[in-house]
C-alpha cells in the first residue's frame, strides 16, 4: 500500500499550454477530490468524484480545468491554455464514503505546477 | 456556508513547551473539524477529527483538540513540543463529513531548540 499518488510531481509548462495531472487514489477508495494549493494559502477545493460520478464540480476555477474519473479508479485533472496565474499545487485526496464520521480524506504529495 | 479561520499564521514555540495552535469555525449545521499537517512537499497528513463525538480528541502524535460549541473554536495543543512537530497546519471543516472541506490558511509552527 500505498497511499494517494500523484505523477508528475512538478510540471513545467510555457503559458497557454495544456497540461494533465494524474491522480491514483488508495485501492477501494470510492471518493476522489482534486484541490489546488498556492503559497501561504490552504488547500481550496475544486471538484470530487463519487466512483466515476463528478458530483460538484462548480468549484474549479474556470472552464479552462476539467477532470475526469473515468473508470472510477484513477482520475486526471486537465488545464487548457495555461496562464501565470495557474501556478500552484494540485492536491489529490481520496476517501472511502462509508459514512460520515470515516470519510476522512487521505492526500497525496501534489503536482507542482510552475507556468512561464 | 462554512469556514474557518487560523489565528496566527506564525508560532514559535521552545522545545518542550506547550503548543496551542488556533482554529475557530462557521459553519451554519453542525460541523465536522480536521486538522491535517503537511511537511515540505508532502501532502496533508491527518492528525484528528471531530464528528460530533467527544468534545476531546486525540489524534496522533500527541496532539488534541477540544471542540468548544459556545466558542465556535477547535484549538490544537501538544503538551511538550518536539522538533519533528515543526510544519505547517491546517485546520479545516466540513458540513458533512465528506464532499467538501474548506480549509484555514494554516499556521507555520517552528520549533526552537
Known amino acids: 500500500d500505498t497511499g494517494v499518488s500523484q505523477d508528475p510531481r512538478h510540471k513545467i509548462t510555457k503559458r497557454g499550454q495544456n497540461v494533465t495531472f494524474r491522480c491514483d487514489p488508495i485501492s477501494e477508495h470510492n471518493r476522489l477530490y482534486w484541490y489546488r494549493q498556492t503559497l501561504g494559502q490552504g488547500p481550496e477545493f475544486l471538484t470530487y468524484f463519487q466512483n466515476e460520478a463528478q458530483l460538484e464540480k462548480s468549484r474549479l476555477l474556470s472552464d479552462r480545468f476539467s477532470a475526469e474519473r473515468p473508470k472510477g479508479s484513477f482520475s486526471t485533472l486537465e488545464i487548457q491554455r495555461t496562464e501565470q496565474g495557474d501556478s500552484a499545487m494540485y492536491l489529490c485526496?481520496?476517501?472511502?464514503?462509508?459514512?460520515?464520521?470515516?470519510?476522512?480524506?487521505?492526500f497525496g504529495a501534489g503536482t507542482r505546477l510552475s507556468v512561464l | 456556508a462554512q469556514s474557518v479561520t487560523q489565528l496566527g499564521s506564525h508560532v514559535s514555540v521552545s522545545e518542550g513547551a506547550l503548543v496551542l495552535l488556533r482554529c475557530n469555525y462557521s459553519s451554519s449545521v453542525p460541523p465536522y473539524l480536521f486538522w491535517y499537517v503537511q511537511y515540505p512537499n508532502q501532502g496533508l497528513q491527518l492528525l484528528l477529527k471531530?464528528?460530533?463525538?467527544?468534545?476531546l480528541v486525540k489524534g496522533i502524535n500527541g496532539f488534541e483538540a477540544e471542540f468548544k460549541k459556545s466558542e465556535t473554536s477547535f484549538h490544537l495543543t501538544k503538551p511538550s513540543a518536539h522538533m519533528s512537530d515543526a510544519a505547517e497546519y491546517f485546520c479545516a471543516v466540513s458540513a458533512n463529513a465528506g464532499n467538501q472541506f474548506y480549509f484555514g490558511t494554516g499556521t507555520s509552527l517552528t520549533v526552537i531548540p
Open positions: 471531530y464528528t460530533s463525538a467527544a468534545t
Open positions: 485526496a481520496s476517501s472511502l464514503a462509508i459514512t460520515q464520521a470515516k470519510n476522512i480524506q487521505y
